[in-house]
């Protein structure tokens, strides 16, 4: 009786699992993978009355909840920027938000949303992990995505899929930059690096590693320490003792700024002193407010241009424009990516002549003159974004950022 | 051997926050056979009451009564707020479906998890707060190669006073006494006079209060709070609180030092990737072994 009774706690808490969270997304029906080739709603065709609708799916709560939030109110001020222009075809834009709580299962719901609202294009989304399971449920239901915070080499490459697209660069970029970076740059000896085993940090640790490859061999370094902690956790100690004990040159951090910010300041608390670097997800105003501005003195990031540094004709104005709205600048380059993916979107549609999902996604492809905040909107057949450089930035002992050399 | 010794502290820090959340499980399993899945987000809560505490008139508290009273404060504000809480949830959510049977209350503490957790997200907003650093001591004490902050030791000790406390309150009072007896035989305790309605306003008042205190230990220490952290917490507190003995004191005190412990040596000496892998087979080794826990109520199970 009493291993029924411990069988049945079991029971209840895995089920907890999926009751637990806060699911703030409507759970609508669950997606069923056979009613793919059917039509998947009734075509309730929403471009009707002058109005083009685009969907933003984007972790408004949960754990990148800030990343959300601006990648919200950037995307709404583009759309607001287009609309003064004349909008697209003559149309205004009007965006649908979903939210996915960063994490994959409410960002599965999320998708099933915006697809049963009969979008055809939609933003989605901001995290690796989170953004996967949304881009196949798009592509089984020709619903084109453009990802704007999802970096991870596997995205597309692991397999195609022929209506995503995404406005950020990808991982194996970074990782090459990184293992330049460190050894020839600031020649570090023994690197240590921790990943969070998730599909975006785990891939730019693999890279790393691969990238990293050829000066190990060389004997130029060595890497002394490599592993992964577990997102969502607070006290990542154990892991720092270890790291601490191997007395390493370089802490490379590959995942969320949330982990980034305790792992950093929980490392100089222990004592460590070595270089810290953070790759494309960490540099963000939260990353600062959880780490303190001490903790993160001197630590260098790899990112993406960041948003302050555009220089652009249009991201002057989009900046200008969004700075006089929320008084600020956007807190990372992802949010101004959410922001190109629409612009990407309106110059498709505009190519295409319309929302049809599948001119749509070829103008996305074959697309030469689209202009973007952070550049030229261009994209390989896989659906990856051309020409996206890398640089490293350093936080001063004021949490502000420069570029570094 | 050093390095040992500091992970062996790293891991009796986490192990205590473990423990005093799975005392707060543990209390309530044992006198009314419901596992209040709200309690890890009254844990949470009592974080951010303790947050807004040390936050509110920039940091009015911190400035008048010093960093270590200005913790004070933030503890027992937190301490007295969720056990007004506790008793609340009970009132509201419990008492209404008891006499229904079990299944109601867990769905009924299933919503309340729920209902905390998006009240919190609606009152303190859905993004990341950070405790204020001018809230926190800094001393750091080093003891040969060993690194410690002050803030670290403070909390082990009074994590550790805590369950002593609760350990002799539960175990050697008359009180006590009763509340084991209500535990025990609900129907035999209230015909011997046990008030039971006054053992579920203790259970109810004093486990929350515990995670409510180790809520505001977790802010103080890591710095950074969100709504749904309660979540982590409370799972890894159940998984103590079974490795343990449910609905056993001691049980929830030794299964959630035991449980950070173990994590600690695991991700220190083998892989930090693969602690939780290893955690939940010691779980699944010991309920085998011992399907009631480490130190589980001997009792018969009534059918």
Known sequence: MKRILLVGLIAVLVLSLFAGCASPATPTTTPSPTATSATPTPTPTPTGGGVIQIGLQAPI?????????WAKQCVEVAAALINAKGGVLGKQVEIVVADDASNPKDSALAAQKLISQGLKEVIASYGSSVTAPAADLYDKNQVVSVGYGCTAVSLTMDKLRPYFFRTAGRDDTQSEFFAKLAVETLGAKKIAILHDNQDYGKGVAEDAMKYLKPYVDAGTTEVVYYDAITPGENDYSAAITKIKQLNPDLLFFTAYYPEAGLIIKQARQAGITCTFVGNNS???????????????????????????????????????????????????????????????LCAAITKAGGTDPDKVAAAMRTMTDAKGITGALLFTDRGDRKDIPYYTYIYDDKGELSLYK | ?????????????????????????????????????????????????????????????????GVWGGMAVAMLAAFLGIAVAGILLERIAYRPVYKAGRLPLVVSALGMSIFIQNGIMAIWGPRFQAYPMTAVPKEIITIGDIRITALQLFILLLALALMALI?????????????????????????M?????????????????????????????????????????????????????????????????????????????????????????VLILVLIWRPTGLIGEKTAEKV
């Open chain 2, 193 to 281: 006079g046990i008030n039971f309605r006054q053992v579920i306003f203790f259970v109810f008042a004093l486990g929350p209060a515990l995670g409510g205190i180790a809520g505001v230990m977790t802010g103080l220490n890591y710095g950074r709070i969100i709504f749904n952290m309660g979540w982590v917490y409370g799972l890894k507190a159940f998984t103590a609180t079974i490795l343990g003995g449910i609905g056993n004191i001691p049980g929830a005190m030794i299964g959630g030092l035991l449980l950070g412990i173990l994590e600690t040596l695991f991700a220190g000496y083998v892989s930090s990737a693969w602690k939780d892998v290893f955690i939940f087979l």
């Open chain 1, 61 to 69: 709560t949960g754990n990148f909840a800030a990343e959300g939030q």
């Open chain 2, 1 to 65: 051997m050093s390095v040992f010794f500091e992970q062996l502290l790293n891991g009796l820090t986490i192990g205590s926050f473990y423990a005093l959340v799975a005392l707060g499980y543990s209390m309530v399993y044992g006198v009314m056979k419901l596992i209040n899945f709200a309690h890890g987000d009254l844990f949470t809560l009592g974080s951010y009451l303790g947050y807004t505490v040390l936050v509110v008139g920039a940091g009015w508290v911190t400035a008048t009564f």
């Open chain 2, 167 to 191: 350990y002799w309150l539960v175990e050697k009072t008359t009180f006590g006494a009763a509340v084991r007896a209500a535990a025990l035989d609900k129907d035999t305790a209230t015909l």
């Open chain 1, 282 to 344: 960490v540099p963000t105003p939260e990353f600062v407010k959880i780490a303190g501005v001490d903790a993160i003195k001197g630590a260098l990031m790899l990112n993406e241009p960041m948003p302050q540094f555009l220089t652009y004709p249009e991201s002057t104005q989009f900046l200008d424009a969004y700075k006089a709205k929320y008084n600020e600048i956007p807190g990372s380059i992802w949010a101004v990516y959410a922001a190109d993916a629409l612009n990407a």
